[in-house]
């Protein structure tokens, strides 16, 4: 690290996490950065929860001392505190229709305020995340290579671009240029001076800038402490961008979005940008996203040449598909519309819960609800996984939050290393489905859908408590096998006193009524965040001025990652929506309905887990609901019933093998084979894969019926769950079961799950026939 003593006399906020992230195995480094606990808790004396709030330090991710570490302390403050003022000054005056003078106010068009939301979090994550992974052992700083002189070079182009687009700036607001229909025209046409000054003086130096510091980023190698010249130039390239497309963008030029008659600059503009994007994506979120969304922009300028329900009729250029890419049809269309609304409003509550330590509670109350119970610390993962992970907007962000803790204890009371995190992943993939945030989940289907939240949150508790029951049985069948016991009361914190502190829950409660009184979801998220640094007053983490600082800082850093994957996504909808390959394959879809409407949701099941492995949970749902959700409405299925049907699969992808990401830094924290965790968590969470489709068939499990009909299908359908566990753990009245009861009792658990009366009736007479069968065989009650 540094070795200059001024740097060394300023404090920084990340800096003594550095000797755990040395310390820790490289597992659990690249999985949970510091929170490794290789052995795991002391079963000694009490076990408490503590670090959970703390954020995970990612491999590849800089660790700043001095001054470097105040500088990125405040533009990370700075970029959330601005979308917490301007959301709150643009919603408050939106909703009342009075400007309230002394909230600020940020009068930004809508996609000017989405360019910038993107254009930030590129800044922020290109200084932050390096384009390699660290070793603990660098820390000595090496001098500027040639990657370093090359970057310095690049600088010229990237200013020589910014020169020209301020210069259209001026331009633009001198008042010179004709108006039409009162906005500005800006006609750059081919042979015309400023076609040229577009290419040559804006694009290409541009394009030169971005791609070459992208290349020589690979390459370049500095100190995890100090800022790299190739991340500088491409938070510069970004800024860039941006700028030229608020600019253009608020000129008569917008209407020619997607015409050959797009501005030549807009193109190269949304280029450079969707370069950025991947690369960022790439640091933040690992290479699926990146080829998946690599192969729909390879697609595009191939779909001409291509066969069946993939072909278009003419081919598209350069010019019109990336003149098209950077609107509100792709990038900054829905999942960067909620992104830059919902989503980082609620990384900006996670973050105030975080620095009021209400995460630690959680998991303390966790333990000492579920604790004793057999199996205990499994138990406790699904609960407190479950509290975290509808916060947490992503599955693999939940497993290192919590599993850090429950993991190594699950290990400790007798669960194999697979097997613990495989419960780990299972739970903390529940928790995207959890209500009332969903993960953000519950926010977008809104937006997509234009379904009222209160009506999407209503509808999402009965699939939640079935999924949660069903890992329960799981983890609980598993136990008693093993023989398993619970923790004692010694090693669990007093109930008594956490019950005490349930005031803790007040900001999640509020956020809850407030939404159901009628609040906007922007008011309602605002004043659970007030309400968390209001309620940390009676803790001894008192959130004062410093303190609040440190969350929109925290809040910051945590949102690149989701931002990165949702602008990312935006790539995938905009060659959706260009080229209509989604309308297409809705036309599959109705095609395979003819034959068999249940193949052809098996078939929409398939592709949404595709699309979905790889990403976060709001990535994924964007993404899939663009391409099968349209499929299932033209099937018959009701909207909010085919949406559900994908967001489950899309959050389900985190434990389907093979590209599991729940599952993979569950493994990491373990220690056991990613592939094999992922396919225990598979089977752990198999109950999942079946409740969507009992959407399809009970529409009652989504609150859509009389209140006997929604009882009645809850407890013929948790009955369900209940027998398919049995028959896949294989334990079945207190004893193990054979093959051919273990058979019987995944039949009888379909029948149930149903929904119809007559299959109801059939599954219960079933299960009381193998369970007088059972007691006839006899079977060994001796667990392993």
């Known amino acids: 690290m540094s070795t200059n003593d001024d740097e060394d006399k300023v404090p920084s906020r990340i800096d003594p996490r550095l000797e755990a992230i040395a310390a820790a195995s490289p597992e659990v480094r690249a999985a949970a950065g510091s929170k490794g606990l290789a052995e795991g808790p002391d079963l000694t004396g009490p076990v408490l929860a503590e670090g959970v709030d703390e954020e995970p330090v990612e491999g590849n991710r800089r660790i700043f001392l001095g001054w470097r570490a105040w500088a990125m302390a405040w533009m990370a403050g700075l970029y959330a505190a601005f979308h917490m003022a301007a959301l709150n000054g643009l919603s408050i005056e939106g909703m009342t229709g009075v400007e309230i003078g002394f909230l600020p106010r940020f009068p930004l068009e809508t996609w000017n305020f989405r360019i910038a939301h993107v254009a930030g979090a590129l800044g922020l994550g290109f200084l932050l995340f390096a384009p390699h992974a660290f070793r603990a052992d660098d820390r000595l700083a090496e001098g500027p290579g040639l990657a370093s002189w090359g970057a310095a070079l690049l600088f010229a182009p990237a200013l020589v671009a ?58 370049e190698r500095r100190e995890r402490g100090r800022f790299a010249w190739t991340d500088i130039l491409l938070t510069l390239c970004g800024l860039v961008a941006a700028t030229y497309l608020i600019a253009i963008y608020g000129t008569a030029a917008r209407n020619s979005v997607g015409t050959p008659f797009v501005p030549i600059g807009v193109a190269f503009a949304a280029t450079a940008s969707t370069a ?62 909620v992104s830059s609304t919902y989503i980082i409003l609620f990384i900006i509550f996670a973050a105030f819960l975080q620095a009021s330590k209400v995460g630690d509670y959680f998991v303390n109350f966790a333990f000492a609800c579920a604790g004793r119970a057999r199996g205990g610390p499994a138990k406790v993962a699904i609960f407190a996984s479950g509290l ?71 509808a999402a508790i009965i699939p939640a408590i079935l999924y949660f029951v069903s890992v329960y049985f799981m983890v609980d069948f598993e136990a008693a096998k093993l023989g398993m016991r619970g923790m004692r009361e010694d090693e669990l914190p007093k109930f008594n006193r956490l019950v005490r502190q349930v005031y803790l829950f007040a900001p999640i409660i509020i956020l809850i009524v407030a939404l159901f009184m009628g609040y906007s979801v922007i008011r309602a998220g605002t004043l659970a965040t007030v309400a968390a640094a209001v309620v940390s007053w009676l803790t001894p ?85 663009s391409v099968v959700a349209p499929g299932l409405i033209q099937l018959g299925i009701p909207q909010l019933t085919a949406h559900f049907f994908v967001f489950y699969f899309a959050v389900l992808s985190a434990i389907t093998p093979p590209v599991a990401l729940a599952s993979y830094a569950a493994a990491g924290i373990s220690g056991a084979n990613p592939m094999a965790t992922s396919v225990a968590s598979f089977k752990i969470g198999i109950s999942a894969f079946i409740v969507p489709f ?91």
């Open 162 to 219: 910014l020169w020209t687009a301020s210069g259209f700036i001026a331009q633009i607001g001198s008042g010179e240029l004709p108006q039409m229909g009162g906005l500005t025209t800006w006609a750059a046409f081919p042979g015309t001076e400023l076609y040229a000054a577009e290419v040559y003086w804006f694009g290409l130096p541009l394009l030169v800038a971005t791609l070459g510091g992208i290349v020589l980023g690979w390459l």
């Open 276 to 337: 950025l994007i991947l690369e960022l994506t790439r640091r933040v979120a690992g290479l699926a996203l990146v080829i998946i969304s690599s192969v729909f922009l390879v697609y595009v300028f191939t779909a001409h040449v291509l066969p069946g329900i993939l072909a278009v009729q003419s081919p598209f250029t350069w010019h019109r598909f990336f003149g098209f890419l950077y609107t509100d049809a792709g990038i900054l269309g829905p999942t960067t519309a």
């Open 388 to 458: 975290m992970g509808m916060i947490n907007g992503t599955s693999a962000g939940n497993v290192v939050a919590t599993g850090s803790l429950t993991i190594p204890l699950m290990k400790k009371v007798g669960y194999k290393p697979t097997t613990s995190g495989a419960v780990e992943a299972a739970a903390s993939t529940g928790g995207q489905i959890m209500p009332p945030i969903m993960g953000a989940g519950a926010f977008i289907m809104a937006e997509i859908t234009g379904l009222p939240y209160t009506e999407i949150a209503l």
């Open 541 to 625: 983490y008192r959130m004062g001025l410093r303190s609040v600082a440190h969350a929109f800082e925290l809040a910051g850093a945590m949102s690149i990652q989701i931002i990165a994957v949702c602008a990312c996504a935006g790539i995938i909808v905009g060659v959706i929506s260009l080229t209509g390959v989604g309308a297409r394959f809705s036309s599959l879809l109705l095609g395979i309905a003819d034959t068999s409407q249940l193949l052809a949701l098996f078939f929409a099941m398939c592709i949404a887990i595709l699309l979905g492995m790889g990403m976060p949970t709001t990535a994924a749902y964007a993404v899939a609901a």
């Open 694 to 784: 009992m959407f399809f068939y009970n529409g009652a499990l989504l609150g859509d019926g009389t209140w006997f009909e929604v009882i009645r299908a809850v407890l013929t359908a948790v009955a369900g769950v209940f027998l398919l566990s049995s028959g896949v753990q294989g334990w079945w009245v207190g004893a193990r079961a054979n093959w051919v009861v273990r058979a019987g009792l995944v039949v009888v658990a379909l029948l149930m799950i149903e929904g119809g009366l007559l299959s109801d009736l059939i599954g219960v007479g079933g299960a009381l026939a193998l369970f007088f069968l059972a007691r006839a065989m006899g079977g060994s009650a001796k667990p392993a």
